[in-house]
């Protein structure tokens, strides 16, 4: 009896997870996804539905284990800092890591360009216990439906197991 009790719930539990899985509606911020820097060329690519008109960063996210030094180092090592120097360049850049991004509004207005750039040398825009955050643009949009995409554009192989992530989310603007 008790086998066929565990055998429901975990069906119940596994129908639940394939509905919410198989739902094809577009994505709203706030959206972390994984970024593969290891090889040159790895995209990821998505459907982004508004609803609040407003401005939102596109960041990379580099997390580590929040009591692990030697983790929390190379990420800092990736994710560089945000001084500085006397002439407005960064004094630690990071790993130059370069990206393009394509936002595009699907709906209302059909297949409008918002904007596609590569960027490499970003400054650290904030931190937390566990990540490091570089924000790469930050975008007024409005409300509608637009496809994203972000592109590596050269291989880290050298960081294996670096823990690197996409994310979108509404700018922090101060109170």
Not at 40 to 59: M, N, P, Q, T
Request: glycine content about 6%; overall charge neutral.
């Amino acid at each position: 009896m008790a086998f066929r009790q565990r055998f429901l719930s975990m069906l119940a539990i596994v129908s639940v997870l394939v509905s919410c899985t198989s739902n094809s509606a577009p994505a709203t911020p706030s959206i972390t996804l994984p970024l593969n820097l290891k090889l040159a060329g790895s995209r990821v690519v998505f459907d982004l539905h508004v609803v609040e008109e407003a401005i939102y960063s596109f960041s990379l996210v580099f997390m580590f284990g929040e009591h692990n030094s030697i983790d929390r180092a190379r990420a800092k090592r990736l994710a560089g800092g945000y001084d500085l120097d006397q002439w407005g360049r960064l004094v630690n850049p990071g790993l130059a890591i370069f990206l393009e991004l394509e936002i595009r509004q699907i709906q209302p207005i059909s297949q409008s360009t918002l904007v596609k750039m590569n960027s490499s040398e970003l400054p650290l825009s904030s931190w937390g216990g566990d990540n490091f955050s570089k924000v790469i643009y930050d975008a007024h949009l409005n409300p509608g439906d637009y496809k994203v995409s972000v592109t590596s554009l050269v291989s880290f192989p050298e960081e294996e197991g670096a823990k690197v992530f996409f994310s979108i989310a509404r700018a922090y603007r101060g109170k």
